[in-house]
């Protein structure tokens, strides 16, 4: 009877949520109340897949609803909804029939990963993929073996785990359990490095026996092939691989199969070939069909990088993720522009708790903005990003600190070239950066 | 012309937050006031032995990453302790303040010997406190500094207030707060569980350690941005 009455609930604040535009979060904590552990007495037809991480859960997520989709399997997923408990438990009741059955063949949950323990309480998953851990907001995380502790603490029995082969930290998660694990990686291409590009690395030294680790490539911070010479540990190999990338036309091979994306980026390929490894692994279907709905699924990259102009100029806003590794690939991004361009950065306080420390500048690399003709900093930070461009060897020519919003236009006159605007939800004043931008 | 020899004590092991970048702002100040540096990354493969530098950091490490070297760490005890006794300069900060102590214990259940140049005991709890400060050194009273706490260990100190860094004068409270006085400021040695560019945003600290290394070779160089920065920072704190 509780659980019927939760998930009616849920449904019903569901449905005024969406009426007022209210988050999704709210009626699946209100039907936890109304009935605790509610997720455990659900009964799933199908099998359950969690996906977590630190960077790539969402497009990997809705890149293998959409495979399972395409190969006519019925699919639920918490895509409209928030990634952690309540947002799940919503999506769950909102799909399920009033007894409690959810009737798919797969519900696909994307899950913060300092929720999958909480979550696995209630429901033991049929697979986990883990896309890696990186060093997140720093109030979040502080660093990602402490999230490393907090999934292995929701390990289940006769749950499979999906890792990336190509971390040193995320697959610890493998160590000492006698779960079936499946890895994927991504092999060497014209992107990977030999020394590490960005602001950080976590694992310069072996988890193992903290001796120095040794790197063939890196793909970014450090995620790479990598091998500890003094203990033997390295990346383990892989069951799925990505290899022959041509990002000129956005393709690889997977397995030695060919596909050809709809993104370029190397990230993209990363949750491209994990997607392929949990499809094939949890539903049977071959690798070529997976990869064949593989390249109909559109990321829309378009939300990442809007468009607008900015006195008669191209003008590109790049928001980012609240961690240095997904800062550092909008630096490259920049970085990778041609010239002339302009960048506009917007540092402020650290957003909700309005934190003055904004310690994560350091640890993006910056550096990598050298070539970048002119760079703008405007927002209450804006001296501290100085100060970090400075010790970033940015020449100071080439920065303005613009102390009003409303005095962009008169240093955006001093610059050319096409305009980047970085900004992330860590920020605060974006919108009133923007809002000026528009009126240029 | 003067070389400067720079130590970085497990800076490879010892790398969260941007502490390292101390070091790169350390080594800009030298090469700005015309003297060569060389910088030497020790781990746990090497031998250890501080005598020949001028300066020792050791930065802000992972909580797992700072046990696991505190057994390497403490087979070099003795030149450790002697050569702060005799004045070597040591920077150390965050969490790694820890192998200075006496001993601490983690959420992995063990319990690991510090050095003991410290009368203090640490205990890694299960959550982050968190906060920005505004701190008072103690070699500079009439001066202000920044200052983060990011923490999860609580650090008892059987000598209260004696050879304190720092005089705390805003934090936010929780488990795991400073307290009033904070780090430590012994002979040469400057230790504080302040994280991040510490050296970067704060002249003030910046200086000091520059006039301990230098001496009579300290030159002035142009800390105006950073003033600045750091000015804003404490202005809107206070
Ligand atoms: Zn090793």
């Given at each position: 009877m509780r659980l019927f009455i939760a998930i009616c609930v849920c449904r019903v604040l569901y449905f005024i949520g969406r009426l007022i535009g209210k988050g999704t979060s709210k009626p699946g904590d209100i039907a936890r109340i109304v009935c605790p552990n509610v997720l455990n007495r659900l009964k799933f037809s199908g099998k359950v897949i969690c996906i977590t991480g630190t960077n790539g859960k969402t497009t990997t997520s809705n890149m293998v609803t959409h495979i399972l989709r395409e190969n006519g399997f019925s699919v639920i997923n918490n895509s409209f909804g928030s990634n952690m408990l309540g947002g799940i438990t919503t999506s769950l009741l909102t799909n399920c029939t009033f007894s409690g059955e959810v009737k798919a063949d797969f519900s696909v949950l994307e899950i913060d990963e300092r929720w999958l323990r909480f979550f696995v309480k209630e429901v033991t998953p049929d697979y986990v993929l883990l896309t890696n851990l990186l060093r997140d907001q720093i109030v979040r995380n502080c660093c990602p073996e402490i999230v490393l502790e907090k999934i292995k603490l929701g390990v289940t029995p006769g749950t499979t785990y999906i890792l990336n082969a190509n971390d040193p930290v995320s697959q610890q998660v493998s160590w000492g359990i006698d779960n079936p694990v499946v890895w994927f990686a991504l092999g060497e291409n014209e992107r990977s490095t030999k020394e590490c590009r960005s602001g950080t690395n976590d694992a310069k030294v072996c988890p193992k026996c903290m001796h120095n680790l040794s790197y063939n490539y890196y793909h970014y911070n450090h995620v790479g092939d990598f091998h500890c010479e003094n203990c033997g540990f390295k990346c383990p190999k892989a069951d799925f691989i990505g290899t022959d990338m041509n990002f000129d036309e956005a393709s690889l091979n997977i397995n030695g199969k060919p596909v050809k994306l709809t993104f370029d980026a190397t990230y993209f390929m990363f949750n491209a070939v994990a997607a392929t490894a949990l499809c094939c692994t949890a539903s049977g279907i071959s690798e070529e069909k997976a990869l064949a709905a593989a390249e109909t699924?559109?990321?829309?990259v378009i939300k990442r990088y809007e468009e607008i102009e900015v006195l008669g100029r191209r003008c590109q806003l790049i928001l980012t993720k609240q961690n240095p590794a997904s800062i550092d690939q909008s630096v490259d991004f920049v970085a990778d522009k041609e010239s002339p361009r302009t960048l506009i950065i917007i540092s402020n306080n650290m957003f909700h708790t309005e934190r003055k420390d904004v310690l994560f500048m350091y640890d993006v690399a910056y550096e990598n903005l050298k070539e970048v003709e002119h760079i703008v900093i405007v927002g209450k930070r804006r001296y501290d990003m100085a100060v970090r461009l400075k010790l970033a060897d940015i020449?100071?020519?080439r920065v303005q600190i613009c102390d009003k919003e409303e005095d962009l236009r008169s240093c955006l006159e001093k610059t050319e070239g096409n305009i980047y605007v970085m900004t992330s939800?860590?920020?605060?004043?974006e919108d009133k950066v923007l809002e000026e931008l528009k009126k240029l | 012309m003067r070389k400067i020899k720079i130590l970085n004590l497990y800076g490879e092991a010892l790398d969260l937050n941007g502490d390292g970048k101390n070091i790169s702002a350390f080594e800009k100040r030298v090469a700005e006031m015309g003297y060569e540096y060389e910088t030497d990354t020790l781990g746990v493969g090497d031998d250890i032995d501080v005598s020949g530098y001028d300066i020792v950091f050791m930065t802000h490490g992972k909580p797992h990453n700072v046990s696991a070297i505190s057994e390497h760490f403490i087979k070099y005890k003795d030149n450790i302790i002697n050569n702060i006794e005799n004045g070597k300069v040591f920077v150390v900060t965050g969490s790694t303040n820890m192998l200075f102590g006496k001993s601490f214990s983690m959420l992995d259940g063990k319990t690991y010997e510090g050095i003991g140049l410290f009368d203090c005991t640490a205990e890694e709890f299960d959550s982050l406190y968190v906060s920005d400060a505004v701190l008072v050194p103690e070699f500079a009273p009439e001066e202000k500094m920044f200052g983060t706490y990011y923490r999860c260990e609580s650090v008892k100190f059987n000598t209260p207030n004696e050879n304190r860094l720092f005089k705390v004068i805003k934090t936010d409270e929780g488990k795991g707060s400073v307290g009033e006085g904070e780090g430590c400021h012994y002979k040469n040695l400057y230790a504080t569980w302040c994280l991040g560019p510490v050296l970067v945003r704060n002249p003030l600290m910046m200086k000091e350690v520059l006039h301990c290394v230098l001496g009579e070779d300290y030159r002035e160089t142009d800390f105006s941005l950073e003033e600045k920065a750091v000015k804003m920072i404490i202005d809107e704190l206070l």
């Open positions: 699924f559109d990321i829309g020449d100071k020519e939800s860590v920020f605060s004043n | -």
